[in-house]
């Protein structure tokens, strides 16, 4: 008898069944435990004395029928914004971390401007660096200057890239130097080593906290509406001003969620991923 004719015994086969069972009544536990819940605050919020003022402010079905085509054009502006965004903070992080990790005395200047780099744009909040680049920048009236949305886009890069930076310098310096040791006795320069040996592994072990960081970026790429382009969010704000009604905000809000649902199941299988990659599994 193979092993593809072996039959399973009797003991197993109840143990099969067991968990199948278990499974099944976790499933339906978890179900009508979500529906109670559900249910209970349904009732709360709806049987609130001020519901129905709320319901005509925020959740005008109409109006946000209306508001959905402007809403939806400017969000178009944010996806290309998030996806520009997102390339320029990752590659700037990619460079700044290099240049923390460079050993040697000759390279102490260029460390310490790296880390003042860090210092300051993890300890500025974004508003103030937005408001200085579109708002301060211009005032200059330097020829060649880019529009409001390009400085915009650049203050996003600047604030993200120092965040990003440190997440690369925790991958780069997770890599065992033991392995750096062994690629420069194979006569590998201090370029290849990094390109061939560091980097492909330290990416692959900070990709969730990457990841995290992209969707945070996909949320305040709305606040440069502050400097007046027309994104989603500040086609909400003059579909507001136009109807009185919050509506529009609703809209732009649900729109930026399901946005960032695909990045955010990305995110959760990397996560996961990495997770049976270390745990053996």
Request: charged content about 15%.
């Amino acid at each position: 008898m193979t092993l593809l004719d072996r039959v399973p015994s009797e003991a197993q086969l109840r143990r099969t069944a067991y968990r199948r069972r278990q499974t099944v009544y976790s499933v339906l536990v978890a179900a009508c435990s979500t529906a109670t819940l559900g249910t209970l605050l349904v009732i709360a919020v709806t049987g609130a004395p001020g519901w129905d003022r709320v319901r005509r402010s925020f959740l005008d079905p109409a109006i946000a029928r209306d508001a959905l085509p402007t809403v939806l054009s400017g969000l178009w502006l944010n996806v290309r914004l998030l996806v520009c965004c997102a390339f320029g903070a990752l590659l700037l992080g990619l460079v700044i971390a290099a240049l923390r990790t460079l050993r040697g005395p000759v390279f102490f200047p260029v460390r310490a401007l790296a880390a003042g780099y860090t210092y300051t744009f993890r300890g500025l909040p974004l508003i103030i660096v937005l408001y200085l680049l579109t708002l301060g920048v211009p005032g200059l009236r330097l020829q060649g200057m880019p529009p409001v949305l390009v400085l915009g886009g650049i203050a996003l890069v600047l604030t993200y890239g120092g965040y990003l930076a440190e997440v690369f310098r925790a991958g780069i310096e997770s890599v065992h130097h033991s392995q750096l040791a062994a690629a420069r006795s194979l006569g590998l320069t201090h370029r290849q080593t990094m390109r061939h040996v560091v980097l492909p592994q330290a990416v692959r072990r900070v990709a969730p906290p990457l990841l995290n960081d992209v969707v945070a970026l996909q949320k305040d790429v709305g606040l440069v509406s502050l400097a007046g382009p027309i994104d989603a969010v500040r086609a909400a704000q003059i579909a507001t001003a136009q109807t009185f009604n919050y509506t529009p905000y609703i809209v732009a809000g649900v729109l930026f969620v399901l946005l960032a649902i695909p990045l955010i199941a990305v995110t959760d299988w990397v996560t996961l991923r990495a997770a049976r990659r270390q745990s053996g599994g």
